[in-house]
């Protein structure tokens, strides 16, 4: 996948602190639409199209979307949970552990 080239508007002390603290700003940007992808993902898009994780970043990405998910499904593992607690796991009597 190629590189395009783009103009952006920053704040101008946010952009002196990155410099000084020697932040590598392509990397920054990336990083940065990866999680905001991950945050805003829309429910058709599959993990296939998902951003991949290579990085420190991306995993923060990836964390937000493993808890969005949580959140978005918090309801049906209350319910998955409770009806364990009721009936116990599928084939636990046939475990030989």
Same mark, same amino acid.
């Given at each position: ?25 392509? &990397?920054?940007?990336? +990083?940065?639409?990866?999680? +905001? ?27 937000? =979307? &493993? ?18 607690? $009721? $009936? ?7 475990? =030989?552990?």
């Amino acid at each position: 996948m190629g590189k395009s080239e783009i103009t952006l508007e920053v704040d101008a002390a946010l952009l002196e602190r990155a410099r000084g603290a020697d932040i590598d700003l392509n &990397a920054a940007l990336e +990083a940065g639409l990866k999680l +905001a992808l991950a945050m805003h993902r829309s429910p058709g898009v599959s993990d296939v199209d998902a951003p991949q994780i290579t990085g420190p970043a991306d995993a923060a990405a990836s964390d937000v =979307r &493993a808890e969005a998910w949580a959140r978005e499904n918090a309801e049906a593992i209350a319910s998955y949970n409770e009806r364990v607690q $009721r $009936r116990g796991i599928f084939g636990e009597d046939l475990r =030989r552990w």
